[in-house]
Structures are given as C-alpha cells and as structure tokens.
C-alpha cells in the first residue's frame, strides 16, 4: 500500500483564514501563513489553500500570499478557486505553488484541463469536484457546490482524467460539515475507475473516518478543515492511530 496523505485545508478570502481557528499558539488566528508553519511542523503531507475572494485585487493578493507560504513551508500545496485560464496557472506556479486545483471553470470549458497538462505536466493539475446526490444519481455541482450540472459525477471524472487532471479532489456535498464520515461508497467506486490518486473530501469526524476511508474507500488522500482547525483531531495522533491500524503514512 502506497504512503496515505494528510492534508488540511483552509479558506482563504482577502489573504486571511476564513473559519474561525482554535489554535492557542497562534498569535494571529487569520494568518494563513502562520497556520501553513504549524501544520507544516505537525505532521500534515500537504496542504489545500481553496481562494474564495470574489475581488478584483483576488489574484495579486493570492499570489502574496502563495509567495509567502512557499517561503515558510517545506511541504506541497495546492492553490485553487476561481482558477480558469493557463495564465493564471503560470502565475501561481511561479509564486510557488506546486499544484493547482480547478473546478468550475473546468465544467465549463473541459479543454483547459488538457491545456494546462500540456502546459505545466499533470502532477500540477487537480481537479476538484463537488458531488451531490439526486435521484439515485451523483451529479456535479459548481460554485461552491451550490448549482447542479447536467454531469454525473462517474463520467466527468472520468472525462478529467482523460483530459489530464493528475489529481482528482472529490467533495461530497451530502457529507460535507456532517462529521458522519467520508462518502467511501462513491469514492471506491471513482477509486476504481481512473488511475489517477483520489483525495476524500467532505464529512471527517474521527481518526477511524481516515482508517475508513484509506481502507473501504480506496482513498490515497483525506483532506478536513475544522476538526483540524478546532484541534479536535491532531495530526501526530492521527498519524499514530493509522499505524496502529497498519495504514502507512509519512511520519
């Protein structure tokens, strides 16, 4: 079994953490930077920074803000939201991101997972998507989850793949913010169909959700926000009750 991955994630509006932040060492709770270090310290594989600014000045602020993390961390992440043209994967790249994350704009026009490929290699592309269950059906939703597509969920990632997406992040909107575990049904399923790792996003709870979702899920990557963020669950004990368990992890 390959190395499973630990990735906090964190919302980013205006170049400052977005959900509130219960870690006592930090001095200031909204500096992502700050945030990125301790993370970076404690044990996480990568980490996700999801832009959700709706500003003109988005991407210059974004681009500071991935400089500086560059500088204050050793580990990889990814950078995404709103990120729609080989532009401005350039641009993030060369700031110091090692991977973005498209989504929407990629619904949109599916020839700009290709292009970016071409452009910059596939291990830089993720493409995430957000998956929501109707009628029987897994449907992906854009914006933030909030509108349904005409896709189903199976074929668009599939179609990505195809495309060149390296990387596929799968959020299930029905587990999101629930605590009631990862949606490890759908993502053994899509775990099966393409040959590209697969990051479980939406619905940790607890250390066995991880276990879960490495084993029934076929997951390669878990990625959680607030049970990080709140230190309900820390990284080191984490990591130690999956070796327990015999999931290798990153020590």
């Known amino acids: 079994m390959l190395t499973k991955r630990i990735i906090p994630c964190l919302d980013i509006k205006n170049g400052r953490t977005v959900k509130g932040i219960n870690f006592l060492e930090l001095r200031d709770a909204g500096d992502p930077v700050e945030l990125a270090k301790i993370y970076a310290r404690e044990g996480a594989d990568e980490l996700v920074f999801l832009d959700i600014t709706a500003t003109n000045e988005k991407r210059k602020t974004l681009v500071e803000l991935v400089e500086k993390v560059a500088e204050a961390i050793n580990i990889p992440f990814t950078v995404g939201g709103g990120i729609s043209t080989v532009e401005d994967v350039s641009v993030l790249l060369a700031a110091g991101a090692d991977k973005v994350s498209v989504n929407s704009a990629a619904v949109r026009n599916p020839q700009i997972i290709k292009d970016m490929a071409d452009e910059f290699g596939s291990q830089c592309i993720v493409v995430a998507v957000d998956s929501r269950r109707i009628e029987d059906?897994?449907?992906?939703?854009?914006?933030?989850?909030?509108?349904?597509?005409?896709?189903?969920?199976?074929?668009?990632?599939?179609?990505?793949?195809?495309?060149?997406?390296?990387?596929?992040?799968?959020?299930?909107?029905?587990?999101?913010?629930?605590?009631?575990?990862?949606?490890?049904?759908?993502?053994?399923?899509?775990?099966?169909?393409?040959?590209?790792?697969?990051?479980?996003?939406g619905g940790a709870g607890n250390m066995q959700h991880f276990y879960d979702t490495f084993t029934n899920g076929k997951s390669d990557a878990a990625l959680a926000a607030s049970i990080f963020h709140f230190k309900e669950i820390g990284i080191p004990e984490l990591k130690a009750f999956l070796k327990n368990k015999n999931i290798p992890t990153r020590i």
């Open 137 to 201: 059906k897994n449907i992906v939703h854009t914006h933030g989850g909030s509108k349904p597509t005409m896709l189903e969920t199976e074929n668009w990632i599939q179609e990505a793949v195809e495309l060149g997406a390296g990387e596929i992040l799968l959020t299930s909107m029905d587990h999101d913010g629930t605590k009631s575990g990862f949606s490890d049904e759908l993502l053994a399923k899509i775990s099966s169909l393409v040959n590209v790792p697969v990051i479980a996003s």
